[in-house]
């Protein structure tokens, strides 16, 4: 049989080693140009692929085609597969497939990587064999051909769950939903959240979902659709029968067997999102009884994720604070929230179809000024002219970080939070993020 991979990053190349591992016949094809790294795997390998084309014969007569999630379904090469009747799936449906390990999956619109990680990292105090992939770390079909774990803990983006058909995880993970990515849901919320949701989709009566019931976008799908999973809630406004909430200021967990307490303030992560983001990857590592004192010890001792409210430098008395991974304004809600004193903030790049006015209220009462990092801030200026009252376009990581030195003052923090994809100035949120870290050590 062959398969065919449409696009030759992680995920691709992961699926490609997988595929011909398994003794498939394999070629990939990417219609830009494929990293030197990624190139030098599938040499290694001898595994076929193309560059700059997708060469119709050489995919239309696969067995099966795995999409890279960077790939949209209305491209026309994808639109003709499935005319053909061609399967078109994920990578995370193809790994799963050679692998009888329990996985752990983990979606959600912010708050699923450093759940991930956290999870991940009480499983592995807790001595089970556990290793991290997905949207975070190696490939999924990469770390299943090179080292099958007993555990798998993957992050999960919508993307993702779009090409599953049987992929099921023994827990699923819904951190939150709020609008992002909607250019690829023609800009319907609804079918966001669907795609979300496409993670419980196969889990049976044995399975488990753990989810946000302080979340409206969750608590109405679950309201109006049905899941056989048990379900597992988590929430720091209400007490739950079942699940994990807080108590003057104690998280409480209870699931079948067991309890687990731990006072909110020893938790490693601050902030309200953080605390949901520990309950959620307790629950988990509970679930595979992991005992009690690990889990404490683990969310005690976690240390932070780089471009995730990632503190950079106190420069005369003023913080520097890097968010760059903070893509949406649901991300960004959660670092202003965070916010002890006046900040200035650096917003700004591609917008997906931001709603900033949920923002206003933080924005009024934390943000002193706006530092503009994007190619065009029309929409952040209409939203906050009449809230701010300086707001600064730059064109750089640098230029940005300068002006913030000129307006803050002691006790400031300097936020890059920019609720906004990267690609308009930067390759990427880590390259945005590095490139505002070396320029705040320049300062």
Same mark, same amino acid.
């Given at each position: 049989?062959?398969?065919?991979?449409?696009?030759?990053?992680?995920?691709?190349?992961?699926?490609?080693?997988?595929?011909?591992?398994?003794?498939?016949?394999?070629?990939?094809?990417?219609?830009?140009?494929?990293?030197?790294?990624?190139?030098?795997?599938?040499?290694?390998?001898?595994?076929?692929?193309?560059?700059?084309?997708?060469?119709?014969?050489?995919?239309?007569?696969?067995?099966?085609?795995?999409?890279?999630?960077?790939?949209?379904?209305?491209?026309?090469?994808?639109?003709?597969?499935?005319?053909?009747?061609?399967?078109?799936?994920?990578?995370?449906?193809?790994?799963?497939?050679?692998?009888?390990?329990?996985?752990?999956?983990?979606?959600?619109?912010?708050?699923?990587?450093?759940?991930?990680?956290?999870?991940?990292?009480?499983?592995?105090?807790?001595?089970?064999?556990?290793?991290?992939?997905?949207?975070?770390?190696?490939?999924?079909?990469?770390? $299943?051909?090179?080292?099958?774990?007993?555990?798998?803990?993957?992050?999960?983006?919508?993307?993702?769950?779009?090409?599953?058909?049987?992929?099921?995880?023994? *827990?699923?993970?819904?951190?939150?939903?709020?609008?992002?990515?909607?250019?690829?849901?023609?800009?319907?919320?609804?079918?966001?959240?669907?795609?979300?949701?496409?993670?419980?989709?196969?889990?049976?009566?044995?399975?488990?979902?753990?989810?946000?019931?302080?979340?409206?976008? *969750?608590?109405?799908?679950?309201?109006?659709?049905?899941?056989?999973?048990?379900?597992?809630?988590?929430?720091?406004?209400?007490?739950?029968?079942?699940?994990?909430?807080?108590?003057?200021?104690?998280?409480?967990?209870?699931?079948?067997?067991?309890?687990?307490?731990?006072?909110?303030?020893?938790?490693?992560?601050?902030?309200?999102?953080?605390?949901?983001?520990?309950?959620?990857?307790?629950?988990?590592?509970?679930?595979?009884?992991?005992?009690?004192?690990?889990?404490?010890?683990?969310?005690?001792?976690?240390?932070?994720?780089?471009?995730?409210?990632?503190?950079?430098?106190?420069?005369?008395? $003023?913080?520097?604070?890097?968010?760059?991974?903070?893509?949406?304004?649901?991300?960004?809600?959660?670092?202003?929230?965070?916010?002890?004193?006046?900040?200035?903030?650096?917003?700004?790049?591609?917008?997906?179809?931001?709603?900033?006015?949920?923002?206003?209220?933080?924005?009024?009462?934390?943000?002193?000024?706006?530092?503009?990092?994007?190619?065009?801030?029309?929409?952040?200026?209409?939203?906050?002219?009449?809230?701010?009252?300086?707001?600064?376009?730059?064109?750089?990581?640098?230029?940005?970080?300068?002006?913030?030195?000129?307006?803050?003052?002691?006790?400031?923090?300097?936020?890059?939070?920019?609720?906004?994809?990267?690609?308009?100035?930067?390759?990427?949120?880590?390259?945005?993020?590095?490139?505002?870290?070396?320029?705040?050590?320049?300062?």
């Amino acid at each position: 049989m062959k398969v065919a991979v449409l696009g030759g990053g992680e995920s691709g190349v992961g699926t490609a080693v997988l595929a011909k591992k398994k003794g498939y016949k394999v070629f990939v094809s990417d219609n830009g140009t494929i990293a030197q790294k990624y190139r030098e795997v599938l040499l290694q390998n001898d595994i076929a692929f193309e560059e700059g084309k997708h060469t119709e014969a050489q995919l239309f007569d696969a067995a099966i085609v795995m999409k890279s999630p960077g790939i949209p379904d209305k491209v026309q090469v994808v639109q003709d597969l499935i005319r053909k009747r061609i399967p078109v799936i994920s990578e995370i449906e193809f790994a799963s497939e050679f692998t009888d390990a329990t996985i752990i999956g983990v979606t959600g619109s912010n708050g699923k990587t450093t759940t991930t990680l956290l999870t991940h990292h009480i499983l592995q105090q807790g001595g089970l064999d556990a290793g991290v992939a997905g949207n975070v770390g190696d490939s999924f079909a990469l770390q $299943v051909a090179e080292n099958d774990y007993q555990y798998h803990v993957l992050e999960l983006s919508s993307f993702q769950l779009d090409g599953i058909v049987d992929f099921a995880p023994h *827990i699923a993970v819904i951190t939150n939903i709020s609008p992002d990515h909607l250019d690829r849901y023609e800009y319907q919320y609804e079918k966001y959240i669907a795609s979300k949701f496409r993670i419980t989709m196969n889990q049976t009566e044995a399975d488990y979902l753990i989810y946000d019931a302080d979340d409206e976008a *969750i608590t109405n799908w679950l309201k109006y659709n049905s899941t056989k999973a048990q379900l597992l809630p988590f929430s720091i406004s209400k007490k739950l029968e079942k699940g994990a909430y807080i108590e003057d200021n104690t998280i409480i967990i209870l699931t079948d067997s067991k309890k687990l307490e731990m006072g909110i303030n020893a938790l490693a992560l601050q902030g309200k999102h953080n605390t949901k983001n520990a309950m959620a990857s307790a629950m988990a590592a509970t679930l595979l009884s992991v005992r009690n004192e690990v889990v404490r010890e683990s969310l005690e001792n976690f240390e932070s994720i780089e471009h995730r409210l990632e503190p950079v430098l106190k420069i005369h008395g $003023v913080q520097y604070i890097n968010d760059s991974k903070a893509t949406n304004v649901n991300a960004t809600y959660y670092a202003l929230e965070s916010m002890k004193t006046d900040t200035v903030w650096i917003v700004g790049g591609v917008d997906k179809g931001n709603d900033y006015s949920e923002l206003l209220p933080l924005v009024h009462e934390k943000v002193k000024a706006i530092i503009c990092l994007g190619v065009d801030n029309r929409k952040i200026h209409e939203a906050f002219n009449n809230v701010v009252d300086l707001i600064v376009d730059t064109q750089g990581a640098e230029e940005a970080v300068k002006v913030a030195y000129k307006i803050a003052d002691k006790g400031d923090n300097v936020l890059l939070s920019p609720a906004c994809a990267s690609f308009d100035l930067f390759e990427s949120y880590e390259d945005r993020g590095r490139q505002f870290k070396a320029a705040v050590r320049q300062l």
